[in-house]
């Protein structure tokens, strides 16, 4: 069954201070690989999607990356407003295993 | 309109009586999506439509559950003799194809009394 793990649960920084997000997954055959933020009270935001290892996509101070076991979100002189819940996602590719498997998020506050 | 739109936004019903939710997908989008988000919990997936394909339902969690899209395009997802586990944030997704971004709408609050 597909599984993904995303690690820290909860992560506090500074304003400015750079860090990682981790996203495990095991799927047998990756389709895709994707990146939301979710603020409280809304809908998942897409923010990325990965298609293969050493893939890599950048907006603004976030930048994902790829490996055939794990993805990373880093982030860069976060902001405060860039505080949310990150949620990192799989799809398959086979027939019955399209659906989109979600990992628990990582909640990530920014403090000026 | 330009993204997906979920209505009701707000369900407060009593236990024992059905609701109704609805999901207007964005136009084009072959892939729909029913999630499940309970109070500080990640996405529990429900169902999933693509085209004219058999829907994949492995994740309703019981026969209460039902879902259908009519047309390839609104969905209504159905919950039978509402329980108090069954609150929750009820989230809808599509995209463009199976292995494109999916778009989620701003989600129901389902609250069962």
């Known amino acids: 069954e597909d599984q993904v793990t995303q690690s820290p649960e909860a992560l506090r920084l500074q304003e400015g201070e750079s860090s990682s997000l981790n996203c495990s997954y095991t799927?047998?055959?990756?389709?895709?690989l994707f990146w939301y933020r979710q603020d409280p009270g809304k809908g998942p935001e897409f923010l990325f999607t990965?298609?293969?290892a050493g893939e890599e996509k950048e907006k603004e101070r976030l930048k994902a990356t790829l490996t055939k076991k794990e993805s990373f979100l880093h982030i860069t002189a976060p902001k405060p407003e860039d505080s949310a819940t990150y949620l990192c996602?799989?799809?398959?590719?086979?027939?019955?295993?399209?659906?989109?498997?979600f990992g628990q998020g990582t909640r990530l506050t920014i403090n000026p | 309109g330009a993204g997906v739109s979920q209505s009701p936004s707000n369900k407060v019903t009593e236990k024992g009586k059905d609701v109704e939710l609805r999901c207007d997908p964005i136009?084009?989008?072959?892939?729909l999506y029913w999630y499940r988000q309970s109070l500080g919990q990640g996405l529990e997936f429900l169902i999933y439509?693509?085209?004219?394909?058999?829907?994949?339902k492995s994740g309703l969690p019981s026969d209460r559950f039902s879902a259908e899209r009519t047309g390839g395009s609104v969905s209504t997802l159905t919950i039978q003799r509402t329980q108090q586990e069954d609150s929750a944030v009820y989230l809808c997704?599509?995209?463009?194809?199976?292995?494109?971004?999916?778009?989620f709408g701003q989600g129901t609050r389902l609250t069962v009394v």
């Open positions: 997704a599509s995209s463009r194809s199976p292995n494109t971004e999916a778009f």
């Open positions: 799927v047998s055959g990756l389709r895709g």
């Open positions: 990965l298609y293969s």
């Open positions: 996602a799989v799809q398959g590719a086979y027939q019955g295993a399209q659906k989109l498997v």
């Open positions: 136009s084009g989008h072959t892939a």
């Open positions: 439509f693509q085209g004219n394909s058999a829907p994949d």
